[in-house]
């Protein structure tokens, strides 16, 4: 007689394992299909306020009504974390990116481009998603692996972030076909993405990772404890001077790209640039902030969190240099930009990462949800500056202010780093 063999039991540490290879897996198609979602919603957004409302300048709130509205719910999603898990926050802000996409459309449709500004103020919730959705690859990341998780997170954002341009005019196509007016297709067809999204997290990110690793660092389930998110992160944030840091170089590494990129289209179009042109140039500034993420966090977790900021702050300050000077040529303004992208992946996946390790795992949301509402707050800052800077002043003044800030910034980590205890963790910043 012989005895059916059994299978070896998995063991703890294997499912945690298995979990957050499903974890990520779950989080990057949630980013691939939001990620669709705001690219598609904001390829025509400024042009339709701008028909809409008569005024280039009026048009220019477009692209600052998302990022506020970005800012605007970074703390509501990190207070629904905190409570509810990481699926509850994530849900939170794609209904609101998918209630922001409904509203474009009705206001498109009765030509209402206040409906539209504040349709894109919730639309916002799409790009809060995506921040938020970085930080949940974390929760379960093995020891000293939590820039790499996290990076892969943001590299899937690079599917949806090209793609989602390219898809705006065939969405048109098909929403008139629909009955839609014209323009109105592209956020319906974002308001699918979101709802997609949606399904994805709601359906499949179980167990959810921030409820489980609170259970295994004996926290407590989310939920317990009060959650005044503000409160709760400027509190961590003044007991831990590394978490400060790494806020800062979140919020001056998004501060330069957006300020930089924002302004690019313009300084192109006024040089004879064709759109065929700037679109090119924004899509390798696209492909500079994403495509090369997961070697940013090999990186950042071989080498320390601190080094990869530095080098930040370094590609940053070369590219505004190159930009800057560039004059009339087009190759130099491309390749200022592709290091405008890669600068920015530095800053926001070491940065991210830094933040994670360097509080408790109790805190995280809250302070989590600080730095995404301060470096959302920062970039629309950094977009209304740009503008004036650029329109007082030139292209080239905007490049020189933005390498004095990173210039700053990366000589302030790095002096101020030294003074700094190590932290003990292995693959943080202290290294």
């Not at 028909?51 to 970074?74: H, N, P």
């Not at 042109?277 to 090369?292: D, F, K, P, Q, T």
């Not at 030139?394 to 101020?416: E, K, R």
């Amino acid at each position: 007689m012989t005895s059916t063999p059994t299978k070896p039991a998995v063991s703890p540490s294997d499912r945690i394992r298995i979990v957050q290879r499903r974890t990520l897996s779950v989080l990057s198609v949630a980013q691939i299909m939001g990620g669709v979602g705001v690219a598609v919603g904001l390829a025509l957004s400024s042009v339709v306020v701008d028909e809409l409302s008569g005024s280039t300048v009026i048009s220019g709130f477009a692209g600052t009504a998302t990022v506020l509205g970005a800012a605007l719910l970074a703390l509501p999603t990190a207070k629904a974390s905190g409570k509810g898990g990481r699926r509850a926050g994530l849900t939170l802000a794609y209904v609101a990116a998918l209630t922001g996409c409904a509203i474009s459309v009705v206001a498109i449709s009765l030509r209402s481009w206040p409906l539209l500004l504040a349709g894109l103020v919730l639309v916002g919730g799409g790009t809060a998603g995506g921040l938020a959705a970085r930080y949940s690859a974390t929760d379960l990341a093995p020891r000293g692996r939590s820039a790499r998780h996290l990076s892969l997170v943001v590299w899937a954002s690079t599917i949806g972030s090209v793609a989602g341009p390219n898809l705006a005019r065939p969405a048109d196509q098909i929403g008139m076909r629909l009955g839609l007016v014209e323009k109105a297709g592209p956020f319906a067809f974002a308001a699918l993405a979101f709802a997609l999204a949606l399904v994805v997290i709601i359906a499949f990110l179980r167990p959810d990772p921030l409820t489980l690793a609170r259970r295994l660092n004996g926290a407590g389930p989310p939920g317990s404890g009060r959650h005044r998110t503000v409160r709760t992160a400027w509190q961590t944030l003044r007991t831990t001077p590394m978490a400060r840091r790494a806020l800062v170089m979140i919020a001056v590494s998004h501060t330069a790209m957006v300020s930089v990129m924002s302004m690019t289209p313009v300084k192109l179009h006024h040089d004879g640039s064709n759109l065929d042109v700037i679109g090119l140039v924004i899509s390798l500034h696209i492909a500079g902030m994403y495509v090369l993420s997961p070697v940013v966090g090999w990186l950042a977790d071989k080498a320390g969190k601190v080094p990869v900021l530095v080098l930040g702050m370094a590609l940053l300050l070369s590219a505004a240099v190159l930009a800057g000077t560039a004059g009339h040529r087009v190759w130099q303004v491309t390749a200022g930009l592709v290091l405008l992208g890669l600068g920015w992946s530095c800053g926001l996946v070491a940065g991210s990462a830094l933040v994670t390790e360097s509080v408790p795992i109790d805190r995280r949301p809250a302070v989590q949800g600080l730095s995404d509402l301060l470096m959302n707050v920062c970039g629309a800052t950094g977009t209304i500056v740009a503008g004036v800077i650029v329109g007082v002043l030139s292209y080239g003044a905007l490049g020189l202010g933005v390498g004095a800030m990173v210039t700053v910034a990366g000589l302030w980590l790095a002096t101020t780093h030294h003074r700094t205890p190590r932290l003990t963790s292995p693959g943080d910043g202290a290294r």
